[in-house]
């Protein structure tokens, strides 16, 4: 790879990151939100946390498909269900994370949500960019 491939690479890793924290950002509003809704109106947490997540996700997908990861030109169903799997991880992930913070270490909820969804934040980006909209990149031409 040339310098100038490997400059190329690194601007759009860079744009990227700045993009997936820009949906990333309007989603942990979004999140926090709806979660803390759920909680006022009498939801389980681990429930208010599911439903928060779920009505985020149609947002993430197309936001981080389209303008994220400029994967709009791949197969919209494979990459779905890339998503998909790495969403599932992530929500799986984060009840885990959520009902040991507050459960056992007795953290306030809201605050329990809002740090786990920042610690997980790094995976759901591997994830989303190398393998559910990673295969709509054009190939790194052989040297």
């Known amino acids: 790879m040339s310098l100038t491939e ?10 990227e990151v700045f993009r997936f ?18 909680l006022l109106i009498g939801l389980h947490y681990l429930i208010a ?8 996700f149609a947002f993430n997908f197309l936001t981080n498909r389209a303008w994220t990861f400029g994967a709009g030109t791949g197969a919209i169903g494979g990459q779905f269900l890339r998503f998909c799997v790495v ?5 799986g992930l ?27 934040a790094p995976l759901s980006f591997a994830g989303n960019r190398l393998w559910a909209f990673g295969a709509a990149r054009e190939p790194a031409a052989m040297p």
């Open 21 to 38: 924290l820009m949906v990333g950002g309007t989603s942990y509003v979004l999140n926090l939100g709806l979660y803390s809704l759920g």
């Open 94 to 120: 984060d009840l885990f994370l959520l009902r040991i913070a507050v459960g056992e270490l007795g953290i306030p909820s809201v605050l329990a949500q809002a740090i786990v969804i920042l610690l997980l």
């Open 87 to 91: 969403a599932a991880v992530i929500l």
């Open 6 to 15: 490997a400059h190329a690479n690194t601007s759009n890793v860079t744009r």
């Open 49 to 56: 946390a599911t439903v928060a997540f779920c009505l985020g």
